[in-house]
């Protein structure tokens, strides 16, 4: 069977939706290629902040592709894209050091939706991108919008475009309400600023009470922590992770998720939401609006804490959300569904 080298971020240590989207990933390629990996492991302490930890984790990464390199012949070697200038950074690093001790294919997987506006916020971003493209045969990215925007400005390179999918399909009855008068909405995220935590309680804060708000995740930041905690109340619940089989029927038992982040991709958590049958209300950044049908009513413009108002207003009044969600599931089977991405991901691979 042939080698695959992968590098970057994994569950259980790395709880978040690129972890989960390489997991997922991997557990397709495994069917066609013996998987190797170098893991990136980040704690969630030091999210966004340099350390000398992340440093020596970092040069024991490069010691283990060249060693890794040294004892197996790769056809492949994948590696994920960080659209920050130290990630970048790190990345084209990998890839040289990987490229010095291998003839083999590299596949880079951009998961963001911020490729364009990373490259044009520094000249030295553009020198980076354009460093690792040299040394790249293909991207793999979330949207033709991505996939053109490197066609226009790095010609002569191989982009393919995959959608997300979610680690596992679980099939639910839809819950019947048990109190009518309660609106059960679900934040389902790590507690990062820029996921709109604190706008969304700042939200619910001034809600009627029986809007309830059940909030999931993992804490990166004490100080932001003490700031969440003081929201709890008797309908904003905050509580720790969850994961597996009981996070999709909380979601199957909300009425809506909802996910205010002010910079995505493709995010996991809505196809979850879809995959079950809930609708969702989010946040207009991204590719999110090519997950959804032209006009779905519960989108709206980022970082603004009217607009979320009253999508969640708009929600709670809406005589037509069995409809919505029935049209949901239908298109997350239809374009986000294992089958058919098993299918194109193996097409990005195929020799």
Request: proline share 3%.
């Amino acid at each position: 069977m042939k080698k695959l080298l992968f590098s970057g971020e994994l569950p259980p240590k790395s709880m978040h939706g690129v972890g989960h989207s390489n997991e997922i990933n991997i557990s397709f390629l495994r069917k066609k290629f013996r998987v190797i990996i170098d893991e990136e492991i980040v704690p969630y302490k030091l999210h966004n902040k340099l350390s000398i930890a992340k440093t020596a984790n970092f040069c024991k990464r490069i010691v283990r592709i060249i060693f890794l390199s040294l004892c197996n012949r790769f056809s492949y070697f994948y590696i994920v894209f960080s659209t920050s200038t130290v990630g970048a950074l790190k990345t084209f690093i990998l890839l040289l050091t990987f490229k010095c001790f291998n003839r083999s294919k590299v596949v880079v997987h951009i998961h963001r939706g911020d490729l364009a506006i990373f490259i044009s916020s520094k000249s030295i971003n553009r020198l980076i991108f354009s460093m690792v493209t040299r040394l790249t045969d293909k991207y793999i990215v979330l949207s033709k919008e991505t996939q053109d925007y490197i066609f226009r400005n790095f010609p002569n390179i191989e982009v393919a475009v995959l959608n997300n999918t979610i680690n596992t399909e679980y099939s639910f009855e839809k819950t019947q309400k048990k109190e009518i008068s309660l609106i059960q909405f679900i934040y389902l995220s790590n507690y990062i600023e820029e996921k709109g935590i604190l706008l969304l309680l700042e939200v619910f804060k001034d809600l009627p009470e029986n809007f309830i708000l059940n909030c999931y995740g993992n804490f990166t930041d004490l100080t932001l922590k003490e700031k969440i905690m003081s929201f709890n109340s008797a309908n904003i619940l905050v509580n720790g992770p969850i994961d597996g089989e009981s996070k999709y029927q909380k979601i199957n038992q909300s009425d809506a998720l909802i996910l205010p982040s002010y910079n995505e991709g493709k995010p996991l958590v809505l196809l979850e939401a879809m995959s079950v049958g809930t609708v969702f209300i989010a946040s207009n950044v991204g590719y999110i609006s090519e997950i959804v049908y032209d006009n779905y009513p519960y989108l709206y413009y980022p970082n603004n804490k009217n607009e979320l108002r009253k999508s969640i207003i708009q929600f709670s009044n809406d005589k037509k959300t069995q409809q919505i969600s029935k049209v949901l599931y239908k298109r997350y089977k239809a374009l986000f569904s294992h089958e058919v991405h098993r299918k194109r991901l193996l097409e990005v691979f195929n020799e």
